[in-house]
């Protein structure tokens, strides 16, 4: 049953991206040892993207704290959770914003969302403009993530 649910759930996390790789005509192959390392994340949460185009990036990410709060102009997030949990919030209103990057805005906190905890097999879509926010990850989450560029 959880290999029949995994093989759906990455279906669907396909056909969410298919729309994002019409756009750009490469194909990409990762190899199984260079995702593994992506979402081993030794001592960076972020190793970098596995794949990057103008409409697109797929990352392999762990965390092993919380995060800050994030706002994405412009890109949609698709997370799949390979491993480990984590108590995550969307939406509300965020606490402490600062600009960081053109399009992006990080915080401390948010009022308000909803909460949910993520674990291995889960997919989250979190749309340009929505907050959101790694609040709790006990003890480390892995999850690769897509972000579909506007």
């Known amino acids: 049953m959880g290999t029949m649910r ?8 396909s056909m969410f991206a298919t729309g994002a790789m019409a756009q750009s ?3 990409t192959h990762i190899d199984s040892d260079k995702v593994a390392a992506a979402l081993s994340g030794a001592s960076r949460s972020i ?3 596995l794949v990057a185009t103008k ?8 965390r092993v704290s919380a995060g800050q709060v994030e706002i994405h102009d412009r890109e949609t997030d698709i997370f799949y959770i390979t491993d480990g949990e984590a108590t995550f919030v969307t939406g509300g209103t965020i606490v402490g914003a600062k600009q960081t990057a053109p399009g992006q805005t990080r915080g401390t906190d948010l ?3 909803t909460t ?10 979190i749309p340009a ?9 006990s003890p480390s ?4 993530t897509v972000k579909v560029i506007k």
């Open 111 to 113: 009022h308000g969302g």
């Open 25 to 27: 005509r490469a194909v």
């Open 55 to 62: 409409d697109y990036t797929v990352s392999g990410i762990k």
């Open 141 to 144: 989450i892995s999850y690769l």
């Open 47 to 49: 190793v970098g993207p």
């Open 116 to 125: 949910v905890r993520l674990r291995k097999g889960d997919v989250v879509t």
């Open 6 to 13: 995994s093989a759906a759930t990455f279906s669907m996390l």
């Open 129 to 137: 403009g929505v907050p959101h926010w790694f609040k709790d990850v």
